[in-house]
């Protein structure tokens, strides 16, 4: 038989205590503990889905130096920022599209003498990436970093040959997608129309969003352990 035990507090009897509960106690606390270590593999799954982080880099190509009014602004998404080679190697790297390091390309030509229009990743070959030999500020603007041997090598985003200023380049597949000449060199209509370099390239924002999964996931623990907790008060 089970024996239940009173308390006196302060003169007064309180309510006898049982070993059941006390049992339930100890339950309610292990289930308690369950759903915090449930929590913190929720938590650990956001960490571990921001640390993951993508990048979009916003790019413009211009002809006003060289005379012409062609212009090209664009896109293009990365799906993990450590995906990019930082520095690359000498020569620098080459991606054949599609590849799945490359979310998203976009970019449009206006005010060509011919070419112009939008044109998205599936319109474009490969992309050239050449950090000059140092490891660049990904979160700053691009063009104008100093590159290996400055400050008397050429900065990032200068068109010489050999590309000593490193390069960033679109190799299209056919006209009349803008296509690669030379270093940081687009020209509009698969390189038969106005030529233009590029003057800007930064990255938007840096950083994850987590996935809405994980997020529904995690709201839905904690929302679970506030509802146990009020119950467990009582």
């Known amino acids: 038989m089970l024996r239940n035990y009173s308390v006196m507090v302060c003169g007064l009897k309180a309510k006898p205590f049982g070993r059941g509960d006390f049992l339930m106690k100890r339950s309610r606390l292990t289930l308690f503990s369950i759903g915090l270590v449930i929590l913190g593999i929720l938590f650990l799954g956001v960490i571990r889905t921001v640390s993951a982080a993508p990048i979009t880099f916003d790019f413009t190509f211009s002809g006003e130096s060289l005379g012409n009014t062609a212009i090209a602004t664009g896109f293009i998404s990365i799906t993990d920022a450590s995906l990019i080679p930082n520095p690359t190697p000498t020569d620098g790297v080459t991606v ?100 233009m370099l590029l003057t800007s390239m930064k990255a938007r924002e840096v950083g994850a969003v987590p996935e809405p999964a994980t997020m529904l996931l995690l709201g839905s623990g904690l929302l679970g352990l506030w509802i146990f907790r009020k119950k467990f008060k009582k």
Do not use: C, H, M
């Open 96 to 195: 054949t599209l599609p590849d799945p390091a490359i979310s998203a390309l976009s970019i449009t030509v206006s005010g060509a003498s011919s070419g112009n229009g939008t044109f998205s990743i599936d319109a474009f070959k490969s992309i050239i990436w050449d950090t000059g030999g140092v490891a660049l500020d990904l979160t700053q603007e691009l063009v104008g970093q100093p590159t290996d041997g400055a400050p008397y090598g050429d900065p990032w985003g200068t068109p010489v040959i050999p590309p000593s200023g490193g390069d960033f380049n679109l190799i299209g597949l056919s006209a009349p997608t803008p296509s690669g000449i030379g270093p940081f060199g687009l020209a509009a209509n698969f390189g038969e129309g106005d030529l």
